[in-house]
């Protein structure tokens, strides 16, 4: 009984997942983290995202300026578990596109609204 409950352990805790650093473009990349499960949360997973880009950045020479993030949304179930990921560019200093990042969540639905006049 003792090696199922640790086989299936094994198996839970095998399915925490991360990316690694993913060229998306030109000084352009992608990083994500996603949880073993629905019931750990997203706890420090984006911030672990924002450390590891750091780091990619340092490594370079270059600074972080990040593009967009994105987290899973609840319920964490039926595969959709906690997952964070951040899209970023590694820029000299100086660069005309590094700046303070402006993020703003995106609208899940847009209304067009046209004048009734």
């Known amino acids: 009984m003792k090696k199922i409950k640790l086989a299936s352990l094994m198996l839970v805790a095998g399915c925490a997942s991360n990316s690694g650093i993913i060229p998306i473009g030109k000084d352009t990349y992608m990083v ?11 706890g420090t997973l984006k911030a672990e ?6 780091a990619h950045c340092a490594k370079q020479g270059k600074s972080l300026q990040v593009v967009s993030t994105q ?13 964070a990921e951040v899209q970023f560019m590694c820029l000299t200093d100086g660069d005309a596109e590094l700046a ?5 969540p995106k609208a899940e639905v847009s209304v067009e609204v046209k004048n009734a006049y």
């Open 71 to 83: 987290e899973a949304q609840p319920p964490f179930l039926l595969g959709n578990y906690p997952k």
């Open 49 to 54: 995202a924002f450390q590891e880009a750091s």
């Open 32 to 42: 994500s983290r996603q949880a073993a499960t629905g019931f750990s949360g997203s």
């Open 100 to 104: 303070r990042p402006k993020l703003k």
